[in-house]
Structure formats: structure tokens, C-alpha cells
């Protein structure tokens, strides 16, 4: 019980802290559940949600570091540009078969 309380009072803190990156990680977290989802049932639904949730996560990401940028600002955007890029390339792979 003590565990899960250090935990919950861990997340509290970091909400405290940082709201936008507690929102960002459930995101993300969201995200890869989603993406589990699509892995099993192949619904194209479930990779549309993914997405969005990814892609929101990365606005959110590249947003946060313009308005305040933190010590290690350059490296956060350059991933964040990088998995945008390789998200959306990933997703034109998928789409491109489906089109034609």
C-alpha cells in the first residue's frame, strides 16, 4: 500500500509541477493502449485515435518547449520533429497500400 501511495503522491507532485507534461504522458499513454488495440483488431479506427493522440502529444511537446523552452530544448524538439516525421511517414506506408 505504501508503494502505490508514493506513487499517487509522485503523480500529484509532478501535476503540481508540470501540468502540461502530465497530460503529454497520459497522451502518449493512451496512445500505445490504443495502438495495442490496433495491433489486434487491425481496425483502421483505432490507428486514426493513435494517431491523433500522438500527434497531439507532439503539439503539445513542441509547444511547450517554444513558450518555455527547458535546458535541453534542442534535443525535446529535434525528437519530437523526428517522431513526428517518422509517425506520418509510418502512417503513408500503412495508407498507400489501402488507396491504390
Known amino acids: 500500500m505504501r ?4 506513487w499517487w503522491d509522485g503523480i500529484a ?3 503540481q509541477y508540470s501540468p502540461p507534461q ?4 497520459v497522451m502518449l499513454l493512451l496512445a500505445m ?3 495495442l488495440v490496433w495491433w ?3 481496425d483502421w479506427q483505432y490507428l486514426a485515435l493513435c494517431l491523433s493522440y500522438m500527434v497531439g ?3 503539445s511537446i513542441l509547444a511547450r518547449e517554444t513558450v518555455a523552452p527547458s535546458t535541453q530544448a534542442h534535443t525535446i524538439r529535434f525528437t519530437a520533429v523526428l517522431s513526428l516525421v ?3 511517414s509510418m502512417f503513408g506506408l500503412y495508407v498507400a497500400p489501402l488507396l491504390s
Not at 502530465?22 to 504522458?25: L, T, Y
Request: charged share 10%.
Open 33 to 35: 493502449l490504443i495502438c
Open 40 to 42: 489486434i483488431q487491425q
Open 3 to 6: 508503494r502505490l501511495q508514493a
Open 86 to 88: 517518422a509517425l506520418l
Open 22 to 25: 502530465v497530460v503529454e504522458v
Open 57 to 59: 502529444a507532439i503539439a
Open 13 to 15: 507532485l509532478s501535476s
